[in-house]
């Protein structure tokens, strides 16, 4: 089984990572959260919430979002984390994280 994320800035700027099954082994969904707690915390995201909350929907595309289209691109092994955290967190086979719209599909 393959999982795959795509990663979109706007049409020229999209991002692929096809992650097989042993490649995700021994990660777990408490250590993709902490991992987008950190980068949420260095890259200093801001997220207005009415609640007050952050959900790791918001994290994740806060992440993208704040680390911008030039680390996924010049920074591959950060962003095959991203990629590898994302998929473990969400537990989906398929995941588009969309920036400029701030919206994760499914």
């Known amino acids: 089984m393959q999982h795959h994320v795509?990663?979109?800035?706007?049409k020229d700027e999209e991002f692929e990572y096809r992650l097989s099954k042993a490649e995700l082994v021994g990660i777990s969904a408490d250590e993709a959260r902490k991992w987008f707690d950190k980068?949420?915390?260095v890259l200093e995201c801001e997220v207005a919430s009415p609640t007050g909350k952050v959900l790791i929907i918001d994290r994740i595309l806060s992440v993208a979002k704040y680390a911008g289209a030039k680390r996924f691109q010049t920074q591959p092994?950060?962003?095959e984390q991203f990629a590898k955290y994302t998929t473990v967190v969400l537990g989906r086979d398929l995941t588009r994280v969309d920036v400029a719209a701030y919206a994760i599909g499914y």
Do not use: D, N
């Open 6 to 10: 795509i990663v979109t800035f706007s």
């Open 39 to 41: 980068e949420f915390t």
């Open 77 to 79: 092994a950060w962003a």
